[in-house]
């Protein structure tokens, strides 16, 4: 499965490219420009020369025409990246990872996007794809890091099962990350939302927390998948 980032210039983006192709995807880092695209996946390159990682650059034009898309953006440009890529996400599954918040002083506060969430205006913005909200919580710098395991749950929320399948097989293909399916797209109001508390713990206690919820039983965790299938066969900043 081919796996294009939006903004993956960005820490967040670039930082799940490089832990995606590490367990096997292949990875198009989509940029405004290909030539920042380009210079982020030689840094990533060099950073991990023995992995020989299926990462490539490309504009954001290029990253849309994965079979799966990934928005990275800033919360604010998001509506707008995925319409001005709309013809190529029509049908796709879309996964936006992207969080509505501000900082004033020391205190992070949640934004209230148009239609209540980010990844509810993407999916307004692009009417035909399956929009996926996930990756929200996922600290960028320890994603990144691929000389240590990244440990967290992720949520995921569509409208669409098929999506949330699909994207509970990409975070399932990470080991210990586990994918949990928190319901519909409505529910990417809190989960956007709640970033502000993890940030706000990370400065209160000088690091990066991730999100992990105990009482979950083991079987809700899917069998990881890389081929993209859809089918009921087998079963998910510092500031
Ligand atoms: N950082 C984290 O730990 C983390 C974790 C989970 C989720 N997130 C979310 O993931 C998203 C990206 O985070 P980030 O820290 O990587 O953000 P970022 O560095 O501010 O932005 C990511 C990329 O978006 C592109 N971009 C910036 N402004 C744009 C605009 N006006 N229009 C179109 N593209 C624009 C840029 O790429 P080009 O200039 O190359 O186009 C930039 O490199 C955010 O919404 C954040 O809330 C972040």
Known sequence: MQIGILGGTGPAGSALGVRLASVGFDVVIGSRSKYRAMEVVDKLH????????????????????????????????AYGTATSVADALDGKVVICMANALTRIGKEFQPLVPPRGSVAASVQAAVPGCRVAAGFHHVPAKELGDLDH???SDVLICSDFQDATDVTSRIVASVP?????????????TPIESFTAVLLQLNVHYRTRVAVKFTGIPEPERPAPGLDGSTGGESEAEEA
Do not use: F, K, Y
């Open 149 to 151: 395991p990244i440990e």
């Open 46 to 77: 060099e950073q991990w020369p023995a992995l020989n990682l299926s990462v490539t650059a490309g504009d954001n034009a290029a990253a849309a025409a994965a079979d799966v898309v990934v928005i990275a953006t800033p919360w604010d440009a």
């Open 176 to 188: 210990n990350m586990r994918p949990l399916d928190a319901g519909g797209l409505s529910q990417a």
